[in-house]
Nanobody, 126 residues
Framework: VQLQASGGGLVQAGGSLRLSCAAS????????LGWFRQAPGKEREFVAA????????HYADSVTGRFTIARNNVERTVALQMNSLKSEDTAVYYC????????????????????WGQGTQVTVSS
């Protein structure tokens, strides 16, 4: 699966952005999906993940209640709606996918993923 992320940009604190990731290649509905981010000088960290069937999601504590992950298996996309953005959300955001044997599996660590998009920059000004 090849992934192409988009939707990043500059936004003021308290604002919103919607990231999208489009996939091509193998059957999209066989893959668990996730979003990660990496700020300058920091390691890549988990943000949100969703199962193959879209019924199960998991979020990092730092974004719970503010971010929402959703997938559309027909359009082969995964989105990350980000609300109430904070300056500490500034980072390059990456989408990722990996084959999941069962439809309910959610993958939350970077080592679980073998396919990565190119990243999109999100900058939140305070």
């Amino acid at each position: 699966v090849q992934l192409q992320a988009s939707g990043g940009g500059l936004v003021q604190a308290g604002g919103s952005l919607r990231l999208s990731c489009a996939a091509s290649g193998r059957p999209f509905n066989q893959y668990a999906l996730g979003w990660f981010r990496q700020a300058p000088g920091k390691e890549r960290e988990f943000v949100a993940a969703i199962s193959r069937n879209g019924y199960n999601t998991h979020y990092a504590d730092s974004v719970t209640g503010r971010f929402t992950i959703a997938r559309n298996n027909v359009e082969r996309t995964v989105a990350l709606q980000m609300n109430s953005l904070k300056s500490e959300d500034t980072a390059v955001y990456y989408c990722a996918s990996d084959y999941a044997r069962r439809p309910e599996i959610v993958k939350v660590t970077a080592n679980d993923y073998h396919n990565w998009g190119q990243g999109t920059q999100v900058t939140v000004s305070s």
